[in-house]
């Protein structure tokens, strides 16, 4: 009996010893997931030959509408305003390349950026797209521009025209001469290598302003409206971009900015301040 009771007690220790040894310490807690560091910085995309929205100053300093009002934006968030100056048919992808934080340089709204994925602010500005002629070419209308080299900028909404709803009206031209930036443009006008130039009302009218011998034509070739592009993963980004654009409308810089001599072109097409 006692041999028994002494085999009984040595398995109820190994079998104590065993649960012993197989019971799983508490998984420890997961990290507390940090919170993201607070933005510093802010990286604007811009065209650097683009005015009155975006072009570089006598100064050598970007200056522009634009450029003014999203540098009142980082002044109010705190946060230091950066300019690259993208190559703009190559925007979208310099932007989801992280060159930079947005595109905002009197930027077209196109369905086609939506259907990508791209979050687009509220739009800030009306649009229309002219023909640009020397002031002496007898040319009065886009019909008298049959057979003709008409420039546009390469990446634009003039160029996306041309090749969608005014397909019809860039059949009848000569050549449709695509252009690197819109200056090249003006530069082959001038130059007698176009006949034309198809570009935004206000950069059109800008140009011809400071420079004699040329004319806009009286014809608006197609209606739009201006925003800002941020990557689909940045819709937080924009809300908050687009809160601080109100703040400045309430508190009357923007308004400041737009009365400068230099944006009396735009003035009036300004969304924010028609409300």
């Given at each position: 009996?006692?041999?028994?009771?002494?085999?009984?007690?040595?398995?109820?220790?190994?079998?104590?010893?065993?649960?012993?040894?197989?019971?799983?310490?508490?998984?420890?807690?997961?990290?507390?997931?940090?919170?993201?560091?607070?933005?510093?910085?802010?990286?604007?995309?811009?065209?650097?030959?683009?005015?009155?929205?975006?072009?570089?100053?006598?100064?050598?300093?970007?200056?522009?509408?634009?450029?003014?009002?999203?540098?009142?934006?980082?002044?109010?968030?705190?946060?230091?305003?950066?300019?690259?100056?993208?190559?703009?048919?190559?925007?979208?992808?310099?932007?989801?390349?992280?060159?930079?934080?947005?595109?905002?340089?009197?930027?077209?709204?196109?369905?086609?950026?939506?259907?990508?994925?791209?979050?687009?602010?509220?739009?800030?500005y009306d649009n229309t797209q002219v023909l640009v002629v020397k002031a002496d070419s007898g040319f009065e209308s886009s019909a008298d521009l049959a057979g003709k080299i008409v420039a546009v900028q390469l990446g634009t909404s003039g160029e996306a025209l041309l090749n969608g709803d005014l397909a019809e009206l860039a059949g009848t031209f000569g050549q449709v001469l695509t252009c690197d930036s819109f200056l090249k443009c003006f530069t082959e006008l001038e130059g007698n290598a176009a006949d034309a130039v198809f570009v935004d009302m206000p950069v059109a009218a800008s140009y011809v302003a400071s420079h004699e011998g040329l004319s806009i034509l009286d014809e608006n070739l197609g209606a739009e409206q201006y925003g800002i592009a941020f990557r689909s993963s940045d819709a937080e980004l924009c809300a908050q971009v687009d809160a601080a654009v109100q703040a400045l409308v309430a508190d009357g810089t923007y308004a400041k900015i737009a009365a400068k001599e230099e944006y009396a072109d735009i003035v009036n097409n300004l969304l924010f301040l028609s409300k």
């Open positions: 009996m006692k041999k028994l009771f002494a085999m009984l007690l040595a398995f109820a220790m190994v079998f104590a010893l065993c649960a012993c040894g197989s019971t799983a310490s508490a998984p420890a807690a997961a990290p507390a997931e940090e919170a993201a560091p607070a933005r510093t910085s802010f990286i604007m995309g811009i065209d650097p030959e683009y005015p009155p929205f975006s072009y570089l100053g006598d100064d050598g300093n970007y200056t522009g509408f634009d450029v003014e009002v999203c540098r009142a934006v980082c002044d109010s968030l705190g946060w230091e305003l950066k300019i690259f100056g993208v190559n703009w048919d190559e925007k979208l992808v310099q932007l989801d390349s992280m060159e930079c934080d947005c595109v905002w340089s009197g930027m077209t709204i196109l369905d086609s950026m939506k259907e990508a994925g791209y979050v687009i602010s509220e739009p800030y």
